[in-house]
């Protein structure tokens, strides 16, 4: 029997190498097999998610500021919006073999997800080794994992934190970030995070989609409040001023609740690059 889309996803987010992930992600993105949507699976988190020996992960405020306006500091930027792309590999497969009985169209959409993740890495590797470094070469936090791991008990839960804060979160990072790095001369680097900006709008969207598909699922009719909950229970960052509210607006935010997240932004502090 062929195995499930499911099946892959799990031993895919088991592998420990990029290179790997994205020739599994390639195969199957180009000949999905059946979902396998009721398809039993078992994994104990202990061994997820498969990740290289480095870089070392340590706490996110112990990791130095990065300037870029040095070679060096605008290697550990790129390193780090890297692994952000690498973690989000890891989320959009994740998002695929947790939840089951989900319909095959959530699949293929998050099979898409991380065939882009994948390739947002790949492109932000080789400009990496253009610069003379390699993914693991400066230290990095695991602050989007770990949000995986707390809404890993809830399809409504992940769709609203995941994709839709912190995916969405990168949306508003982006512009800025390129901005930087236009600053100091790196025209690559600016390139490759318009096509990251492209597909995150359409990440952003899917887990629009599928949060809003959960809550009429689950009965909820006064969606706002639902999600000012599970940000509050799960401990969801905040928006970042200034908000891209064109992106945003394109990922299928309503008017009504890119005012909301306004009132909620935080006052300006430095970025998180896109996932
Ligand atoms: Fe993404
Ligand atoms: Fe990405």
Redesign the pocket.
Known sequence: MTESLRAHALTLLREPEAAAKRAGLRQLRAAPPPSGADQALNQPDTALPGRPARPLLCEHLHLPKRSAHTPEGRAALLHAIAHI?FN?IN??LDAIWRFPGLPDAYYLDWLQ?AD??AL?FELLQQHLRSLGKAYGDFDAHDGLWAMCDRTKHSFRARMALV?RTL?AR?LDATPPLQRKLAQAGDTRAVEILDI?LR??I???AIGNRWYRWACEQDGVTDMAADFAQLCQQHQAPRPRPPLNLGARALAGFSAQELECLQRQAAPAAPAAP??
């Open positions: 792309e989000a989320l959009a997800v882009e993740e947002h994709p995916e990168g990251i597909d995150e359409g990440h952003v896109a996932a």
